[in-house]
């Protein structure tokens, strides 16, 4: 399964790179739900938020160089944060949250928690405790993702993706 994620979003990368390279936004859909809460902002700018477990989605524009954050919070014992992102166009396959493809940080400032600049320690994500909210996703939309968190001892997990590298 994660070969099959990282796969995707390789040639995801690939293909949204040609897609945008004059730079003009691509339409896609944003669908998230994490154990407990979340913030999620492009370049900065929120676009989704949840306070509690549900799954949410949200219209967006990504283009080159889009940076996705989030702030995910967890109050209780299980963890997790999953994300899909469906592209209108057909031709570009959806990105889904893998341990391979979303990294995780921790801001220098937590009250400007999304700005790249601030981004400090960079490290690989690991695997989410709860894997409930990520099944009703795939389920959901038939695309395999996997449940994320920074660090198993973190309340709050900074994430984030870079649309294109």
């Not at 299980?78 to 031709?91: N, S």
């Amino acid at each position: 399964m994660t070969r099959i994620i990282a796969s995707l979003s390789i040639i995801c990368m690939i293909v949204l790179t040609a897609a945008c390279e004059d730079s003009k936004p691509t339409n896609a859909t944003v669908y998230a739900i994490c154990d407990d809460a979340f913030e999620m902002r492009i370049n900065g700018i929120k676009v989704l938020d949840c306070a509690k477990k549900a799954l949410k989605e949200e219209r967006v524009s990504l283009k080159k160089t889009d940076k996705i954050t989030v702030k995910a919070m967890n109050f209780t014992k299980a963890y997790g944060f999953a994300c899909i992102i469906k592209f209108d166009d057909t031709l570009l396959p959806p990105i889904a949250t893998s341990m391979r493809n979303w990294k995780a940080y921790s801001p220098r400032d937590h009250n400007n928690w999304s700005d790249p600049n601030g981004m400090l320690r960079r490290k690989n994500v690991v695997e989410g405790t709860n894997q409930t909210w990520k099944n009703l996703m795939e389920a959901k939309l038939t695309i395999p993702c996997e449940s994320i968190w920074s660090d198993p001892k973190d309340s709050t997990a900074y994430l984030y993706l870079d649309i294109i590298k």
